[in-house]
């Protein structure tokens, strides 16, 4: 297990593991990807290092599909654990995919090819977000078969996802997805609970080992809450109130020290 440097994070889910699919859910600004990338980056590499198992083959896999991915915001985490950004950098590759077929061709030809043809061992493989290629491809559709063409792509995505536990179990590395928070605008109170609140559908809840959703309770505060929504071997509904820092996050009431 790697940490998120936060003790109550860590509790909530047990962390990062390697071989497993981490799922990520939730609005804008809410710190998805300082989860699922910048944390993970940092505290893989500073653990391989503390162990001496950092070789020169490690790298760390980005597919970044809304330009969200900074490396500013992960120079400031490097800094913020004493871990040098410059060999981070040297070992990390960022893919831009802004279709569908471009992140499938990423996940099932181009990134595997690269690494078995540069002999490259991923620490970490991460999606983000993983979906927002699936919606991009039913703009413009018209309303009443917008259905018809999410359930026409389903299988696509879920081979996705099938693909990066796959690579994940082959690499015995860390895999993390981002997602988006769905709109129940229009929809009724039956229809709201037939459906699930991110994008996807069952895979995304079932296939990885857990699925948190990170959102602001408040949109006035600063507060971000953190829910476990599923997990493989924890009680779902578990919460922890966190504000996001130069460090990552750190628990409302908490100790500022809370790396783990």
């Known amino acids: ?24 859910f939730g609005p804008g600004k809410a710190g998805k990807t300082t989860l699922a990338s910048y944390l993970a980056i940092v505290s893989i590499y500073k653990e391989k290092k503390r162990r001496g198992e950092l070789r020169p083959e490690h790298c760390f896999i980005i597919i970044n599909t809304d330009r969200g991915f900074s490396i500013d915001r992960l120079i400031q985490i490097c800094e913020a654990h004493d871990v040098d950004f410059e060999d981070i950098q040297n070992r990390l590759y960022v893919y831009t995919a802004y279709s569908f077929k471009t992140q499938s061709r990423l996940l099932f030809y181009d990134i595997p090819e690269f690494l078995d043809s540069q002999n490259k061992k991923p620490l970490l493989i991460s999606v983000d977000p993983i979906t927002i290629t699936y919606r991009r491809e ?40 981002v997602n988006i928070r769905r709109s129940f605008r229009g929809m009724s109170e039956e229809e709201r609970r037939r459906t699930y609140p991110f994008y996807g559908g069952a895979p995304f809840e079932y296939l990885p080992y857990a699925t948190i959703e990170l959102y602001k309770p408040d949109i006035e505060s600063e507060e971000i809450e953190a829910r476990l929504w599923f997990h493989r071997w924890k009680r779902a509904g578990s919460r922890v109130r966190l504000f996001i820092t130069e460090k990552g996050f750190e628990e409302v009431g908490g100790s500022a020290g809370s790396e783990g």
Request: hydrophobic share 40%; net charge neutral.
């Open 1 to 24: 297990m790697y940490t998120t440097f936060c003790r109550a994070l860590d509790r909530l889910f047990g962390g990062y593991l390697e071989g497993e699919l981490l799922h990520i």
């Open 138 to 177: 039913w703009k413009g559709v018209p309303r009443d078969r917008v259905l018809l063409v999410a359930r026409e792509l389903r299988p696509e995505l879920e081979d996705q996802v099938y693909t990066l536990i796959r690579l994940a179990g082959t690499y015995n590395c860390v895999a993390t997805v």
